[in-house]
């Protein structure tokens, strides 16, 4: 394939690609047999210099005449301080400040561009980090008859390389004492033994694949696939059909057409211009679109493909092509123009895993290519793969139950705490980032009020609603004084805190007269204000201290996912973020999700699979393995024990029977969304108030109920009612997991 001087991921031009391009034309069948080589002490100084750095180049520059020698004087002085600023500046790569330090006759071999542009590229071409120098005794030669005095000093470099590792070399630096100072004679040789200046510095990449990204059952969700590339070769354009190859090209690739006349004009007529990628399965649509206009290539190459699309898109991530400020940022990565970063998701957690480690072939050359010496070479590592614990067609199903709607569906099994299913709605196609995203699309995703990039499930926090009244139950049971049996008496509006301040129910008839069990199946307000009220007169921080302890107002600790901390209020919080004081009323509405409470989704599954699990507060688990090749493990993933919930086995399961009634009872708030499910379900609905005019709706549950395998959570961002609208949904993802299994 012809060397491709554009950074063809990107569309942009590469000027290292550009040189590269020149460069392999003139040498022509030198490097024909190298594969993807570079000759990287030839890459520096402008692209219309090129044919005087391949040719004219390759022997030195006649000198004009030997300098007139310096006689040596009696007091000799030692060279040690030219030498040790000749190699703080070479270490640094001041290049420049080394040139000015040159002999007269090794200035005369090589130019200060030349000089300059020779260390800089071999620099860059072989990936260097770090180079260190260390030199030893000088060998002086006092001179005479004629003779200037001159001196050697053994040099032990090493070069540390992103592509071939660790370079050690052993060379020596040449000194002449010129005009009353020493100075260094110097030859391409101190840099590397063997070369001169007729010989180049070769490097040959091994780059490797990109590791993928697969689910709980090997299914691919983020791999290396075959996609289209499409783009022209300017010289192949027939004469006078510039213009119409340039507007159907845009038109089909949704590029403007003076960026596709640009990219022509600066080509070379035998040079591949990259425009745009494209999807394998457009292949028939593209041949017959533009597949006949003179000029233009429809290709296949590897790239990073996402084969199920938007399918947790959020969860996997993308991957697009370095940037300039990447390489600037990052140089100990050794990024180079046309690798993939990792931008988002497990394809950044994982990016330097999924990256592998790159190798390659360092060697001198001679002009025709002839290998001189092997300095270095280091076989490039794979990259590792990452195997997530979701489920990809119980992934599939949820999103498809959650449909067009905005929000989240969460799936844990508690048994390991492993996440089995993760959606976030509106969601975005990451294929569109490896392949080129316009400014349009781009404008259209960012400007979506939606918000499709933003991982709800881990980033969005909310008021939880009624959901969060298994936290208040629990803490009025252990250290309010009640009990299940306690019993309340609900007319729709309560007024415990003064007769001027109304709280109102869900329910403006009431509920009559209920216990504090059956005010959780009901979701009765009234029972739950009650219990904030005195748990508040106890202590402002009980309660707050009690929703802590279940995890909320801190990070689950997800390996693999970036998590909002949520919000839990009390007094110091308020103080400090809001400036204002703590009011009974703060409490009241803490007790039932509202007020400032504000969790995710991931952390109220979390909350529900600690009571599912006999009430361990563990972490999650959403990354289970990493491993190379056919499937050997590198590191592996589990869900860690954070605490206990303050809870007694009594009190576990008080709140577990109440939940059963939710989904059972015809008093329950989700019975008829799971009217006639043979399963047992422990469940909780909830329809949280926020600043917009349509509560939130959430369902949290888990099933069986008596041994729970799959705890669910449905988040839908105004959906009203979590018993309309988030439980219908939770029983579908239910029955997606259990299918018909019998009670």
Known sequence: MNPRPFNHLSGRFSRRGLLRTALLTALGPVLAACGRTAMVDQLAGKAKDLSRQVGADLAPTPSPGQPTPTPAPADLPAPDPVVQQYLAAWQAG??????????????????????????QAIASGITLLKLQITPGPPQIDRGGSGRPSTATVPLTSLWTTVRVGEIREETVLPLVYEENAWRVDWHPGVIFRGLTHETR????????PRGSIVDRNGQPLATQGRVLTVGLVAGKI?????ERVFAALASYLNLPVDLIRSRYRQAQPDWWVPLRDLPLSRRDEALARIGTLSGVVVDEKISRVYPHGPVAAHLIGYASP????????????????????????????ADRELAGEKGGRLSIVSADGALVRLIAEKKARPGRHVQLTIDLALQKRCEEILGDKIGSIVVLDPRDNSIRALVSRPAFDPNLFVLGISDSEWQKLTEDPRRPFQHRPALSAYPTGSIFKVVTMSAGLEK????????????????????????????????????????????????????GKKLNEIDPRLLPGFARQFGLGEPTGTVGLVEAEGTVPDPDWKEKTIKEPWYPGDAVNLAIGQGYLQATPLQMANLYSALAAGGRLRTPVVVQRLYEGEGQTVRTFQASERRPLPIS???????????????????????YAFHGYRLPVAGK????????????????????????????????????????TAAPRARQVFEAIFGNRPA
């Open 649 to 671: 086995p009594a009190t576990l399961q008080a709140i577990r029977e109440a939940m059963v009634r939710v989904t059972s009872s015809p008093e329950g708030t989700a019975y």
């Open 94 to 119: 001041r290049y420049a400040d080394m040139y000015r330090l040159l002999s007269r006759a090794a200035r005369a071999a090589v130019s200060e561009e030349r000089f300059v542009g020779r260390h």
């Open 322 to 349: 370095v940037t300039a400020e990447d390489l600037k940022k990052y140089p100990e990565r050794g990024y180079e123009e046309g690798d993939l970063v990792g931008r988002t998701g497990i394809e950044a957690w």
């Open 480 to 531: 309010g004084g009640f009990t299940p049996t306690t019993t309340f008496h609900c007319v729709g509006r309560w007024t415990g805190l003064g007769p001027r301040i109304v709280f109102g129910d869900w329910k403006p008839s009431g509920h009559g007269t209920l216990t504090l069990s059956s005010g959780l199946t009901q979701s009765c307000n009234i029972v739950f204000y009650e219990i």
């Open 238 to 242: 027939k004469p006078g059909e510039e």
């Open 201 to 208: 510095v070769l490097l040959e990449p091994d780059d490797p």
């Open 685 to 724: 609905t909830g329809s949280a108030e926020n600043q917009n005019p349509d509560a939130h709706a959430w369902f949290a549950g888990f099933a069986p109920a008596d041994q729970p395998e799959a705890v669910v959570i449905v988040m839908v961002e105004g959906g009203r009612t979590g018993a309309e």
